[in-house]
């Protein structure tokens, strides 16, 4: 040990500083204020050094104590060591001539700096000792870290590779084999700002610790025990801190001062207010605990009032439920507020009581994340909170859940309405029924099966019977469900069943009358788009017991007649019977849509049972039953259905079983047979109309053709077939609608001239002229058969086409068999009837086409078409066909001519003429009774045969001048005629006339004489 004690002192480190070494190091020091300053000096964590040097320090203190009081002169009224710490308050002091003993205090502490100093160190050391106490009072009861669950976890860790850090606010690191320390070292707590050491030992959850601290602490630390209390986490239950929660006293009708346990009962003479102050006048700085305490929290010296208690218990609720959402938290922060006595906390335990049943005891779904508060909970309406309740309820549990959960809010509801003076009984009915009423229908029939009629009434939910039937009436019919007829059956087994007589006010009108009204209320408006459970149930209200006996009836037939609807794939609505009860149509159309949907559906009726089942339960739809009250089809009769039946299976493509039921004896399928071929034509156009394709062997045509088979082969029923062929074989033609787009079925029967689909195959296909009797046959089967204007039109069309083609030997062959059958007709009909006019212009203007084609070089031929032309033509026509015939034949004789003057001998004329003037005979006769037909005579010329020649040759020459053109070869009109008159003119004033020229012009003569001319030659 150094000589010196001074430098031994100063030598020695914190960590070096023992026990033994304090009392060596300072003991030989004299001075008693360096000793004092050198333990105030010194803050150290280990609590036995720290004891020692607190307690040297304030020996040394001792003799300036004792010399000041002795300079004073204390009054004898002031006991040694002052009053009780408790009766102080700070700033004031306790002797009689307050302003005496501060004077003298100042002056003797002026006097003599050294006891000054060593009073306000003193103090300090005395503070310091308290807290040294008070830490190790705390370090013993309080655990050993934040929860005792710390040791738990961390040996739950041991392979933790984080064990060698330490944790933020730990002293030590996580070590499974030691325990944790206590959170505040020494040091810290004798240094440190009290205030913010509480804090922390609050949000540490230590409340025995911070219990210890308020106990042994008190004076300082209750001014901010509002703050402190803050600093505790809103998650604590308020059971493990009951103790430091503010109390309230009734007596006083204010907060309850707190009791405190001071380690000292009365205060050092260094401690007293004239000390304290008299330092502070001499301007000595003292380390006083007020120091220690921050300016910037908010002090509350005096105890809250009454509302303020109330005020900060609701804060409290308020953070503890924004925070963390622990309802039960805030409630039992609101219970124990309430055990305190504090009023106004009841009606905030009842709301938060109310939604810790709906966070804790209602059912919650998978994912539920729902953050409530008091302020979303206070903004709820009661129906809103009634859905809240049972927002995750099963059908199993609901009823329990409606039990346990919404009728305790009901009957609070029904008690706060009470306490505010307005009594209402029927608030929890009510937000019971709305609730049942916006239910879903499983939901609803678990809440009807806890209030059957047969249960004990203290056992039903609803005890009402004609509420639950007036309930489930609404219910049921204001439902959408099209697949919940079971659930709605046992809706229906749970209702009431009254033994009522019918009288005269409960017949079969009366319940007609029900139905009406029913239907027609829930038949959509401008007004009501759509009607809820909420409006039927109070249509339902004003109904009598009667009343309502008969719509539980009525609800039965429809309950039957919709699980009928839902076998068979067409399910409706419950209201879709009421309203469709008067309504013939409407039950037409759902009949219809039940035969046709049944037999498509996934294939549901493969056998022909299932289609006999199909048939009875439609049967029996237009019936009564027990009750009188008609099915769903009750306006229909059973004619009406078996049709839609039978239209319905022949819809689904199953034509065997089709003539099965046709030809057996079922009972209920009785059609006559044109009712039959009425309702398979219909079908077999539907199909043909909704076919892609016209071949008959595939898809719907193929059902359009098979379709009928079904019905015995009539008439109309072939004519029909052979339409199918007709459009199938077309379809083979590729015939296109547009460029790239065969042409539809729909097409080919909306096309209103069906003969204009002939021009289209011969236009799309360069050989199908040629098949004649193809495209007659097809001509017979879309509808033309025994037409012989038709006939003759395809003619004429197959003539054209093969004259477009340059075939002109296949289209005089056509033209001569339109002539022929146009004539045969015109012998069989009058002369007047508008069928052979229109077919006599077909061939006429034909023949003069192909008659008058440059291209056909065959001049007899060509003359004998104009010669069926001018037997067909109309009067007004006979000019023109005269005036080609007469340019041909000119041109014909020019071409002999030239033919022969290279052959010339002794008989060059009489072998041309000879070929020239033969005619047919026939066109001579023809011509002859045309004449006579225009009243014209016949003259002698016609009447021997070379007359008939000379008629011939004459009418060969007019094929120039027709008005018009059939074909699209044909040459101009003006043109033909310049370059042929030209031509014949120039033969015929040649200046060597021969013998034909002069026959030719004489000839000329002639004709005009026929047709009225004048009679020169």
């Not at 480190?13 to 105030?40: F, H, M, R, S, Y």
């Not at 001062?257 to 003479?269: E, G, S, T």
């Not at 011509?927 to 006579?932: F, I």
Request: net charge negative.
């Amino acid at each position: 040990m150094d000589s010196n004690p001074y430098t031994y002192w100063a030598a020695l480190t914190d960590n070096e500083l023992t026990v033994d070494k304090v009392k060596q190091g300072l003991a030989p020091i004299q001075d008693d204020l360096w000793v004092a300053a050198a333990c105030t000096d010194r803050i150290v964590d280990d609590v036995e050094v720290q004891q020692t040097l607190l307690e040297l320090g304030i020996s040394r203190t001792g003799r300036a104590v004792e010399r000041s009081k002795d300079a004073l002169a204390f009054s004898s009224n002031r006991k040694d060591g002052g009053e009780a710490l408790s009766s102080i308050e700070p700033g004031l002091g306790t002797m009689s001539d307050a302003a005496k003993s501060h004077d003298a205090v100042v002056a003797h502490f002026r006097a003599a700096p050294h006891d000054a100093q060593l009073c306000a160190l003193r103090a300090t050391l005395l503070w310091r000792l308290d807290r040294l106490n008070t830490f190790v009072e705390i370090r013993k009861a309080a655990p050993q870290g934040p929860k005792d669950e710390v040791e738990d976890e961390i040996e739950e860790w041991e392979d933790d590779p984080w064990a060698d850090e330490a944790t933020p606010g730990s002293s030590t690191a996580h070590d499974p084999k030691t325990s944790v320390k206590f959170p505040i070292s020494l040091s810290t707590f004798l240094m440190g700002d009290l205030l913010e050491i509480s804090c922390q030992l609050a949000s540490l959850q230590l409340f025995g610790a911070l219990q210890l601290l308020f106990n042994r602490l008190g004076p300082l630390l209750w001014p901010y025990r509002l703050t402190i209390l803050a600093s505790i986490p809103e998650h604590i239950q308020p059971s493990e801190f009951r103790e430091i929660l503010p109390a309230f006293d009734p007596s006083q009708n204010a907060e309850s001062h707190a009791v405190w346990q001071l380690w000292r009962i009365q205060v050092d003479w260094s401690e007293t207010a004239e000390v304290q102050a008299a330092l502070k006048d001499v301007d000595f700085l003292q380390l006083s605990p007020n120091n220690l305490v921050p300016n910037q929290s908010l002090p509350h010296n005096d105890p809250l009032t009454a509302d303020e208690l109330l005020t900060w218990y609701k804060t409290r609720v308020d953070a503890v439920i924004n925070a963390t959402g622990l309802i039960d938290v805030a409630l039992a922060t609101i219970q124990h507020g309430a055990s305190q006595g504090i009023s106004g906390l009841d009606e905030l335990g009842e709301e938060l009581s109310l939604l810790s049943r709906l966070v804790y005891d209602a059912p919650q779904g998978p994912d539920d994340a729902d953050d409530w508060t008091l302020q979303r909970w206070r903004s709820l309406e009661p129906p809103a909170v009634v859905r809240a309740y049972l927002a995750h309820s099963t059908p199993d549990s609901l009823p329990k859940d409606i039990a346990r959960l919404v009728l305790p809010y009901l009957f609070v509801l029904e008690s706060r309405a009470e306490r505010a003076g307005k009594p209402d009984p029927k608030i929890p009915t009510h937000l019971l029924y709305d609730y049942i009423l916006s239910a879903s229908l499983d939901l609803v029939a678990s809440i009807f099966e806890a209030s059957k009629p047969t249960l004990p009434a203290a056992q039903r939910l609803i005890r009402d019977d004609e509420d639950i039937a007036r309930l489930a009436l609404a219910c049921l019919y204001g439902s959408d469900s099209l697949d919940e007829w079971p659930t709605m059956s046992r809706i229906f087994e749970c209702l009431p069943a009254w033994n009522i007589a019918r009288d005269e006010d409960n017949d079969e009108d009366a319940a007609d009358t029900t139905v009406i009204s029913l239907g027609a209320f829930l038949t959509p408006s401008t007004a009501r788009p759509h009607c809820s459970a909420a409006d039927l149930l109070v249509f339902f209200k004003p109904l009598s017991l009667a009343s309502l006996s008969r719509a539980l009836d009525i609800l039965d037939v429809h309950l039957e007649s919709g699980e009928i609807f839902s076998r068979w794939s067409v399910p409706a609505p419950l209201r879709w019977y009421l309203q469709s009860s008067g309504n013939a149509k409407e039950q037409r159309a759902w009949a219809n849509r039940m035969a046709r949907r049944a037999g498509g559906v996934d294939d549901q009726l493969k056998t022909r049972e299932d289609w006999e089942w199909l048939l009875e339960d439609m049967l029996k739809l237009t019936g009564k039953g027990d009750t009188g009250l008609p099915g769903a089809f009750g306006l229909l009769t059973r004619d009406e259905v078996i049709e839609l039946f039978f239209s319905g299976l022949l819809s689904s493509g199953n034509f065997e079983i089709a003539k099965g039921l046709l030809h057996s004896s079922h009972k209920h399928l009785n059609l006559d047979s044109r009712k039959i071929e009425e309702i398979c034509l219909t079908c077999s156009r539907e199909f043909y109309d909704n076919a892609e394709t016209g071949n008959y062997r595939f898809g719907g045509m193929k059902l359009a053709y098979e379709c009928l088979d079904v019905p015995q082969q009539t008439e109309q029923i072939l004519l029909e077939k052979e339409f199918i062929e007709a459009t199938s074989r077309i379809t083979s033609f590729n015939v296109t609608s547009r460029p790239g787009i065969p042409i539809s079925p729909i097409e080919i029967r909306l096309t209103k001239d069906r003969l204009s689909l002939i021009s289209r195959v011969l236009s799309s296909n360069n050989d199908a002229y040629k098949h004649t009797e193809v495209i007659l046959d097809l001509v017979h089967k879309l509808g033309f058969r025994n037409d012989v204007v038709a006939e003759v039109k395809t003619l004429a069309m197959l003539a054209d086409t093969a004259l477009q083609a340059e075939d002109f030997s296949r289209a005089f062959e056509l033209s001569h068999r339109m002539v022929d059958t146009a004539v045969e007709f015109r012998h069989s009909s009058t002369a007047h009837d508008p069928r052979v006019i229109e077919a006599s212009e077909v061939c006429w203007v034909a023949c003069f086409q192909l008659g008058r084609q440059p291209e056909f070089h065959d001049a007899d031929k060509k003359l004998d078409l104009l010669g069926r032309a001018l037997e067909l033509c109309p009067p007004e026509k006979l000019h023109d066909v005269l005036t080609s015939w007469r340019r041909l034949e000119s041109e014909h004789i020019d071409a002999r001519e030239e033919r022969l003057s290279d052959e010339r001998n002794g008989n060059t004329i009489s072998v041309p003429y000879e070929r020239i003037f033969t005619a047919p005979g026939n066109v001579a006769a023809s011509l002859r009774a045309r004449l006579q037909g225009l009243h014209m005579p016949s003259p002698p010329l016609l009447s021997t045969p070379d007359a008939a020649a000379l008629a011939s040759r004459t009418f060969r020459s007019v094929a120039a001048n027709f008005p018009f053109s059939v074909g699209h070869r044909g040459h101009s009109q003006a043109s033909d005629r310049d370059e042929r008159g030209s031509r014949t003119g120039s033969l015929l004033r040649g200046d060597g006339e021969d013998v034909s020229a002069q026959a030719s012009r004489v000839l000329s003569k002639g004709i005009g004489w026929l047709i009225g001319a004048d009679d020169e030659v």
